[in-house]
């Protein structure tokens, strides 16, 4: 019985179901173009309000009718955008790899929608995808995958990398979104357990997010300058039990453990 009203309804709800909290420069809508209609463009007008595209997909033994809503992220738009937030099943959100500032955008993009959930809402039974576009553009990447996938694993999100010009990643992404939609509506509306599991904690990924953000050595370990040599010895050995590679499996955990080691280096050689 779900599963001969699963089409009918993912049609119903398919304006809930694609939600892309972009702005055009992080290539959105140029997304779903290529996923749409099979091509690429170039140069187009920036959405205005809401953009619209329809296909029919075959996820697993099912045809799904889907209608795509790509919402212009432009802060004039919120009063068109924020009725589109109730009743979501997945999300899309999509950064450009070359550009820092669409990444660091993504919170703002959550706590808008949390915001427009209310107190009842929970995002913790919506299917969420980061899409990190332009990897094509490898040369100007600001943004590396590491760190993209750290940002949405640490959630409990999807995370695919994918190039609207040259269409890679384009298709898994949006056969896996669907997949974990139809996944969500056949477990009652949740997220099956086995999709929330990151294989890391929290701490883990703050302390990765620290270190790739630190000024210095001494802001790196967490300890003030001047620190005695035990001091510095005890905050790296904390931070080597917490992000060894053997240990941690979250994203950039390796590069992390190198950078802590380095910086113990660096700081026992100035201190006497």
Known sequence: LVGRQMPHFIVRKSRRILQDRVSEQRGGSCIIKRYCEKRFVPKYLATIGIDYGVTKVQVRDREIKVNIFDMAGHPFFYEVRNEFYKDTQGVILVYDVGQKESFDALDAWLAEMKQELGPHGNMENIVFVVCANKIDCSKHRSV????????????????????????????????????????????????????????FTKEQADAIRRIRNSKDSWDMLGVKPGATRDEVNKAYRKLAVLLHPDKCVAPGSEDAFKAVVNARTALLKNIK
Do not use: H
Request: one cysteine or more; aromatic letters at 12%.
């Open 144 to 199: 590396d995958e590491s760190e993209g996938r750290l940002w949405a694993e640490s959630r409990g999100f999807l995370y695919f990398e994918t190039s609207a010009q040259t269409g890679e990643g384009i298709n898994e992404m949006f056969q896996t979104f669907y997949s974990a939609i139809i996944d969500l509506c056949d477990n009652g509306g949740k997220r099956p357990p086995s999709s929330m599991g990151v294989g």
